[in-house]
């Protein structure tokens, strides 16, 4: 009996259509709305977003996306298609690859209906994010299954909700380390996406943030802590470049506040400079393409201020991209791993 083609859809956060005032307005409007991103009551979400982050930010982020815009547009589309066709051409006929974004465009919704269509019975839901977190994963798979319910499409369901312990994800993550022989810098740092405090003690109650210890072991709440999963990632990493302890640290980038997850990575870095490290090499194990928060966030902003305070190279390593070892990674995990939904 002929088994019928099993749907994966990659979901990645997103990005504006384009690089203009009125394109990133939209996308920031959706995407700051989501009660996930921003988890305060709504009446206050709707006033702080609408009618003071985003006509305030907008016109600043649209310059910054206008920096990170290229001759193919969006890093984070045309890698993401890139990796859609030669995750394609690895899996064959018996599989349909689609790229989606939670926020702006290739839509969820529209893609979902687009695999309905194709008849699929089977749906892989892969959010592109390593370690897990409500404002990425959680509203990702809860956004499908929204969209699945509202058209009626009741496919066979495979979810996988992190794979930042997985072989083949810190391999090819090593694999562009190397590239730049970490062991010629001062020091590595591996800098993760910050989130708010409160979003990471909702996921382990009666443990706070500064609490954790994750930053020595895996504790016990590890499975569900972004935190935890931040630091186990880098442990791997480390093991696997026979990093020592000294030789790099954990920090976390992208912050609104001063109430996120610390150490920040910017005054980390300034820090690292005071104390004598003139070169540093910047890992981002939380993304997987190149992006704003690695390529003008890392790669321009911190080494901008890096320079300026007297420091000697600070060198970004490149996301995974559409790497071959990133597309036997997503291989793995796509038919070896086991439903985590």
Sequence with gaps: METKKTAVLLINVGTPDEPKVKAVRRYLTQFLNDKYVIDIPWIWRKILVNLIIVPFR???????????????GSPLIFHGNELVEKLQEKLGEGYGIFLSMRYGNPSIKRVISTIKKEGCEKLVILPLYPQNALSTTKTSIE???????????????????????????????VSQIKKHKPETYGHVIFS???????????????????????????????????????????????SSLKLKKGQYSVSFQSRLSRNWLTPFTDENILGLLRSGKKSILVVA????????????????????????????KLQLVNSLNSENSWVEALEQLIKKSPSNE
């Design 192 to 238: 993760y996406h910050g989130l708010p405090n409160r979003q990471v003690e909702k996921l382990h109650p009666g443990i706070t943030s500064d609490s954790c210890n994750c930053h020595t072991v895996f504790p016990a709440h590890g499975q569900h802590c972004y935190k935890a999963q931040c630091y186990e990632t880098t442990r791997l990493l480390a």
């Design 143 to 173: 956004y499908v299954h929204k969209q699945l319910k509202k058209i009626g499409y009741h496919p066979e369901i495979k979810t996988i909700t992190s794979f930042y312990n997985h072989p083949k994800f810190i391999e090819a993550f």
């Design 58 to 72: 907008a016109p600043k982020s649209t310059k910054l996306y206008q920096q990170l815009w290229t001759e193919k």
């Design 285 to 312: 194990p939380a993304f997987v393409a190149d992006c704003l928060e690695t390529t003008i966030e890392i790669g321009y902003e911190y080494k901008e201020d890096f320079l300026a305070e007297g420091g000697e």
